[in-house]
């Protein structure tokens, strides 16, 4: 069981969850900006379809161009939601989004929250994303507000597939 969900504030919670936070930080800045490259990419390419349409059908295939700031949103709502619960930056990166309370994966409307709430912080300026720096587990508002935290994927993998100590044949006992 994960120290998430003790609830308790000591240094042995600490301790066990230190790997999954790691540099979690700056590779969620990382992650942003590869999936920044990736959302304008696509927008890039839906603009260039979009407007072909548009042209194929006299003007009357423009008023798509109008769904394309959708598309970040439901990149990022998508991705989270979906079932490796990270965008492509973020796996890329070795991160992942979990829910804070028992690590397990985000509801859609966790990820709705999420998204949502990242790009409201964008849009109010980005010195809000600043609150990662002064909350525990680095967790920006966006996280808070939806219940969810950024942690490194394989050491989540090695917290949740861990054997269990059975006598001598445990963790660290030199037999394994």
Request: proline share 4%; charged share 10%.
């Amino acid at each position: 069981m994960s120290a998430y969900s003790t609830g308790q504030a000591s240094t042995e919670k600490f301790m066990d969850d230190a790997p999954l936070l790691e540099g979690v930080l700056f590779r969620r800045v990382c992650a942003w900006l590869i999936d920044l490259l990736l959302v304008g990419g696509i927008v890039a390419v839906l603009w260039v379809v979009l407007v072909g349409f548009g042209l194929l059908t006299l003007g009357l295939g423009l008023p798509l161009l109008g769904l394309l700031p959708v598309v970040p949103l439901a990149y990022h709502t998508l991705f989270v939601a979906g079932a490796r619960s990270a965008t492509p930056g973020q796996a890329m990166m070795d991160l992942t989004v979990r829910q804070d309370q028992d690590l397990g994966r985000p509801s859609l409307l966790q990820a709705i929250l999420f998204t949502a709430g990242l790009w409201l912080t964008l849009g109010a300026g980005v010195v809000w994303l600043g609150a990662a720096l002064l909350t525990t587990r680095s967790r920006t508002l966006h996280d808070l507000v939806s219940g969810l935290v950024v942690v490194r994927a394989r050491a989540l993998d090695g917290a949740l597939t861990a054997p269990a100590d059975f006598g001598n044949m445990g963790r660290g006992s030199g037999y394994v």
